[in-house]
C-alpha cells in the first residue's frame, strides 16, 4: 500500500514481543506470544484492521467481472462493497459477480491467511432476483431479512419491518422501567439515555415513518404519566424552557421526543 519505512518500523516496534493474558474468573494465566492478527482492546488494532482489509476492497473495487449497483443521482457512481471493521457487505447485479466474489476472497485468503466465516456469511436477492436463483456463488441464501450492522433487510417492506420491531422493544423496555418507583425526572433521564438511543441508528437507517411516530409518542407519554390522566398538555410539556414550558425535568422527555420525531 506505499507505506514507507519509518511507518512499517515504528508498527514492527510496537508489535515487537507483543503478548496476551487470559483472565478467567478474576485470574491471569501466563503470557501468550502474538503470532498473528491484533491483539483485542489495543487501540492501535482497528487501524491496523483497517489497513489490513483496504486491499481487499481494492480487489472488488478494481475487478471488471464485480458488477456493482449504479447508485441513482450519483453521476453513474458505482457501489461495490462497504465495510465496517470485520462487517463487509458486498453489492453486485449479476450472477457472475458472486461467483467472482468468491474467488476474490480465495485469493485473497491465500495471500493474508484469513479465511470467510461462511457460517455468518449469506445473499440476499432483492429486486428482480427475489427468488432464488439456484446460483449463489458457494454463499447460503438469507432467510428471514438480511442483518447488517443492526438494521434487518428483506427485499421489500424493510422500513415498516424494522420499525415495528424496534417500536416493540421500546414498549418492552418502558414496561420495564414502568414497574419501578421514578419520579418525572427520573423518568425523563430514562427516555433520553435508554429509549432514544435505540431509536437513533435505525433512524438514520430508514426515516421514522408517521404511524411509527405517533405510536413512539403515545408510548412516551403514557409512561410519563403512568397511563394516567395527562395533567399538562403535550404541546407544553413540548414547549422550550426559555418560554412558556414547565421546568427542564418536566420538558425534557417531550421535547427530546418532538424532535426525534421531526
Not at 73 to 82: D, H, S
Not at 98 to 120: C, P, Q, Y
Not at 158 to 175: D, I, P, T
Amino acid at each position: 500500500m506505499g507505506f514507507g519505512p519509518r511507518f512499517i518500523g515504528w508498527v514492527r516496534m510496537l508489535y515487537a514481543g507483543a503478548y496476551s493474558c487470559v483472565r478467567v474468573n478474576g485470574f491471569l494465566s501466563g503470557p501468550v506470544e502474538q503470532l498473528g492478527g491484533v491483539r483485542q482492546g489495543c487501540p492501535l488494532s482497528p487501524l491496523l484492521y483497517v489497513l489490513f482489509m483496504e486491499p481487499f476492497a481494492e480487489l472488488v473495487r478494481r475487478d471488471p467481472g464485480v458488477d456493482g449497483v449504479r447508485l441513482p443521482g450519483a453521476a453513474g457512481e458505482v457501489l461495490k462493497i462497504q465495510q465496517y471493521a470485520d462487517d463487509t457487505t458486498l453489492f453486485v447485479s449479476s450472477v457472475r459477480s458472486l461467483g467472482r466474489i468468491r474467488a476474490l476472497t480465495d485469493l485473497f485468503g491465500a495471500g493474508t491467511g484469513s479465511r470467510v466465516n461462511m457460517a455468518k456469511s449469506s445473499v440476499l436477492f432483492c429486486g428482480r432476483w427475489t427468488e432464488d436463483i439456484g446460483d449463489s456463488g458457494g454463499f447460503a441464501v438469507c432467510e428471514g431479512g438480511l442483518k447488517i450492522l443492526g438494521v434487518r433487510f428483506w427485499p421489500r417492506g424493510s422500513a415498516a419491518q424494522n420499525w415495528e420491531a424496534r417500536l416493540a422493544l421500546v414498549r418492552s423496555r418502558l414496561g420495564v422501567w414502568s414497574r419501578r418507583q421514578l419520579s418525572l425526572t427520573g423518568k425523563v433521564v430514562v427516555v433520553r439515555s435508554v429509549l432514544l438511543p435505540l431509536l437513533l441508528h435505525l433512524a438514520y437507517v430508514f426515516p421514522v415513518p408517521a404511524r411509527a411516530k405517533l405510536a413512539l409518542t403515545r408510548a412516551v407519554f403514557r409512561f410519563l404519566w403512568g397511563g394516567r390522566y395527562e395533567y399538562v398538555s403535550r404541546e407544553l410539556m413540548c414547549a422550550p424552557v426559555a418560554g412558556e414550558g414547565c421546568p427542564e425535568g418536566a420538558t425534557g422527555a417531550g421535547r427530546a421526543i418532538r424532535q426525534f420525531c421531526q
